[in-house]
């Protein structure tokens, strides 16, 4: 449940964006991402700190791409922010005596230091999995778009998603694979990010279930 509650401003922007566009789903995203920060802290009376980033980078630059009328700020946030959990995780090794994952489970869970240790590392590893992905979908996307807007009279700001690619005759295929490309980053968005890190638990229940007492 944890996990669908975290994923519910992404699972929105997925619906949206399939209704109506990239701009109307980052508006519904942004506004997911203030309920979602207001129920949790209504629920808990304190705020979950990746929340908290997200929305700040959503709010960057979900803002941005609304407001330029360019999705590339929208596509590239996925991206920094995973880098910046990575970092987060790794930079915990150096900074006081116990890793990231280990403050935040610790208070649930006894766990070996090696294995708090090796936890740690595959998350980041995941984080920076996310972001590399991402960010070949992101390059792919932004290129077909160039390549058909350079060839077409197309607004720049136009939502790509509606337009009809068949009344651009000979410049359909560019316009297909332009939406095409722009669809896939969506879907990679929800459904890869969510597969990933549902994959993580999975890998993260079996290393610790033998501490778990009953």
Same mark, same amino acid.
Request: zero cysteines.
């Given at each position: 449940m944890k996990l669908l509650f975290d994923l519910f401003p992404i699972i929105l922007f997925f619906a949206a964006y399939k209704m109506y566009d990239i701009f109307v789903a980052t508006?519904?995203?942004?506004?997911?991402?203030?309920?979602?920060?207001?129920?949790?802290?209504?629920?808990?009376?304190s705020f979950e700190k990746a929340h908290v980033i997200t929305l700040v980078f959503l709010l960057v630059f979900g803002g941005l791409t609304i407001f330029l009328r360019d999705p590339e700020f929208l596509m590239w946030k996925v991206s920094l922010i995973n880098l910046l959990f990575a /970092?987060?995780?790794i930079g915990s090794y150096f900074v006081g005596n116990k890793t990231l994952i280990e403050r935040m489970m610790s208070g649930q869970i006894s766990l070996p230091k090696n294995i708090w240790n090796r936890l740690n590392w595959m998350w980041s590893a995941l984080f920076i999995l996310i972001a590399a992905l991402n960010a070949y979908f992101v390059i792919a996307a932004v290129k077909a778009r160039d390549a058909f /807007?350079?060839?077409s009279n197309v607004d720049s700001k136009t939502a790509l998603n509606t337009l009809d690619c068949k009344a651009y005759n000979s410049l359909q295929s560019l316009c297909d694979n332009a939406q095409h490309t722009e669809e896939v980053w969506v879907n990679f968005k929800l459904f890869g990010t969510m597969g990933l890190t549902i994959m993580f638990v999975f890998l993260t229940a079996a290393m610790i279930s033998k501490y778990v007492e009953e």
């Open positions: 508006a519904v995203a942004m506004v997911a991402a203030v309920a979602q920060i207001t129920i949790y802290w209504l629920k808990n009376r /970092l987060g995780f /807007l350079a060839g």
